[in-house]
């Protein structure tokens, strides 16, 4: 199985070969409750390392998602915008927000592992 | 100052609250179960709202006291019978809305349940309005709590006897073991619902019993969703000191004996409005597919005109789609004209339509 990072923005991407799915954590989403409206970036638009590539809005205020790495969208999660609950159900499985083919692997390096996360997550309980 | 704490406070940290801070309280914006959660409860069944932080000035005095009032709110307050209340609004002399508020007639005076970010204001300008002729308090021992939805009426009826009897906008004391509470069919939901004055040393009991009776705790957080399907205004958002009752649409709450005398604070605009028209109004909004326009999100004509501005708005539950509020020039309020809605850079169609987005189900009085 391959290594799922994370990215201080509370993004999640998991890389197989050259193509990365990302979403967002489960901290973010119980962060942010329930969450009522998403939008995706275009697929074959290129998206820059931590730059916006999407919005997901709560009853309350949107959010910004970033990218944690740069490349092409190859795909995006149409059922997370006809049904943006799906998020809060499985955020980290099915509910994954697109899917980029990554320019540069090593923008990989400076993401965090699970267990580095989880404490950042503890730390930075906003 | 040091942020206040409700006399809930306990036990919304029981019930696993999340706080804001809001007109210098700790208040829970909602519990673990979430927004649309605790939102749909409350139209399908009950919910718990702690509205504590809200003013509750008590004005005592007569025939006097009338004839004063009455040159400060636009209602006809000498025939406002024992126990009834109404909507209204605390004005300056540009008709400038200062504060929203419910006005209920007890027994030697009255009742004014006022916003929590206006009330120490509030009670500045009255207490100057009024020379100081009459003893009147913001009472700090009370708390308020409201209890809204279709299945309030029996788990309340069931905590203290008698309540199901009251008709809507109107109250009565009762006693909650042995305290005097005093308990109006209103609410700020678009549901039938009670609020609750009560001593803040039973506020905590009197919602656990309500609790345990099927009511649910909802934050403020589903206040806000549900007040916005209803089509009500918040103050501070909807409405504000440059926005007249005219302009917010609800002249519906202004006495039209009143209007024909024009002897109140703002008086004069408030007529001259009625007559000539106003350049804004207050509209409901509704986007088409399912973008959420929030708060000073601005408005277009067809042409790319600028023509307005969202006041309120989020993703409604019980419609299941987003919904807003706004000020648009007064040639655009007419139902289902098209808009256009700037959200992040692009423009999103929207109409124009009528007001509530949800369907009220309040309980109407026989005498009504």
């Given amino acids: 199985m391959s290594e799922v990072k994370y990215s201080k923005e509370h993004e999640w991407i998991k890389l197989e070969g050259d193509v990365a799915t990302i979403g967002i954590t489960k901290h973010a989403t119980e962060m942010l409750g329930d969450i009522v409206f998403a939008e995706l970036p275009e697929k074959g638009s290129n998206v820059e390392k931590d730059g916006t590539a999407g919005v997901v809005e709560s009853t309350k205020a949107a959010s910004d998602v970033y990218t944690p790495v740069s490349g092409e969208v190859v795909d995006t999660n149409q059922e997370i915008v006809d049904d943006p609950s799906k998020i809060n159900q499985d955020p980290e499985n099915s509910a994954w927000f697109f899917k980029l083919k990554i320019k540069d692997k090593s923008e990989m390096d400076s993401l965090m592992n699970k267990d580095d996360y989880d404490k950042f997550a503890k730390e930075n309980n906003t | ?368």
């Fill in chain 2, 1 to 368: 100052m040091e942020t206040k704490k409700t006399s809930l406070y306990q036990l919304h940290q029981d019930c696993n609250a999340k706080f804001v801070e809001f007109a210098g309280y700790h208040m829970p914006i909602q519990y673990s179960e979430g927004i649309v959660e605790e939102h749909k409860f409350t139209r399908n069944h009950s919910g718990i709202f702690d509205v504590s932080h809200m003013g509750q000035l008590f004005i005592y005095g007569g025939e006097e006291l009338i004839k004063d009032l009455e040159k400060i709110f636009p209602l006809d307050l000498k025939n406002l019978k024992l126990n009834h209340s109404k909507y209204s609004f605390l004005m300056d002399k540009d008709a400038g809305i200062q504060d929203d508020l419910i006005i209920t007639k007890i027994d030697e005076g009255f009742l004014i349940i006022l916003n929590a970010a206006c009330k120490d204001n509030d009670f500045k300008i009255l207490k100057e309005l009024l020379k100081e002729k009459y003893k009147m308090f913001l009472d700090e021992n009370r708390s308020l709590i409201a209890i809204q939805g279709p299945k309030s009426s029996q788990i309340l009826n069931e905590v203290v006897d008698g309540v199901k009897d009251l008709n809507f906008m109107s109250g009565n004391w009762f006693l909650f073991d042995n305290q005097k509470v005093y308990i109006t069919r209103s609410g700020y939901t678009g549901e039938d619902g009670f609020e609750i004055s009560i001593p803040n040393n039973f506020a905590e009991k009197l919602t656990r019993e309500l609790i345990n009776k099927g009511s649910k705790l909802a934050g403020l957080g589903a206040r806000d969703t549900l007040r916005l399907e209803a089509g009500l205004c918040l103050y501070g958002h909807d409405l504000d000191k440059d926005k007249t009752p005219v302009e917010a649409n609800l002249k519906w709450a202004i006495s039209k004996e009143r209007i024909s005398k024009g002897d109140f604070i703002g008086s004069d605009i408030i007529i001259k409005q009625l007559n000539d028209g106003v350049t804004k109004i207050r509209v409901g909004i509704k986007p088409e597919g399912r973008i959420i326009a929030r708060e000073k999100t601005k408005i277009f004509n067809q042409s790319n005109v600028h023509i307005g501005e969202i006041t309120s708005g989020t993703f409604g539950p019980s419609v299941n789609g987003p919904v807003a509020m706004g000020y648009v020039e007064n040639e655009f309020s007419k139902k289902n004209t098209k808009v256009f809605l700037e959200v992040r850079g692009k423009k999103y169609a929207a109409n124009i339509c009528s007001l509530p987005f949800y369907k009220k189900s309040y309980v109407k009085g026989v005498n009504q």
